[in-house]
């Protein structure tokens, strides 16, 4: 038996919400590949969603009120329009917590997914 790739088991999870927050995790799923093409999805930690470029960029975890973007350097990276909303008083991560209903600026988490793997880039060169 062969284990199901990170992609597979992501489509999975998205499928078994079956609610707003499927539809939101396949959405910033899109956004993200829209915004760093050749981004690498990982499943980890017991089934959580991540995606890659030298390093981690992002998280994409679901709860029951939220679907959470935690961005693994998101206290180095500019955030001009606010999109961080949650995991503010850490010194690495910041997180964006969308809630049913919510409308995310595409633009704005476009360049915020851009700049977390610039970021990657640049620290793997370092």
């Known amino acids: 038996m062969t284990e199901a790739s990170p992609s597979a088991l992501i489509d999975q999870r998205i499928s078994d919400l079956a ?16 915004a760093v093409p050749d981004v690498e999805e990982m499943w980890k930690w017991r089934g959580v969603p991540v ?28 955030d001009p329009t606010g999109l961080f909303n949650s995991s503010l008083e850490g010194n690495v991560r910041r997180a964006i917590d969308i809630r049913e209903g919510e409308e995310v600026d595409e633009a704005a988490l476009k360049a915020l997914v851009r700049e977390a793997a610039s970021y990657n880039t640049a620290k793997e060169k370092r």
């Not at 609610?19 to 829209?34: N, S």
């Not at 390093?55 to 709860?63: K, M």
């Open 19 to 34: 609610d707003w927050r499927g539809e939101t995790l396949a959405r910033v799923r899109q956004l993200i590949h829209e």
């Open 51 to 78: 995606w890659e470029k030298a390093g981690i960029i992002c998280t994409g975890e679901s709860y029951k009120a939220v679907v959470k973007l935690t961005f693994a350097h998101g206290a180095a990276l500019a």
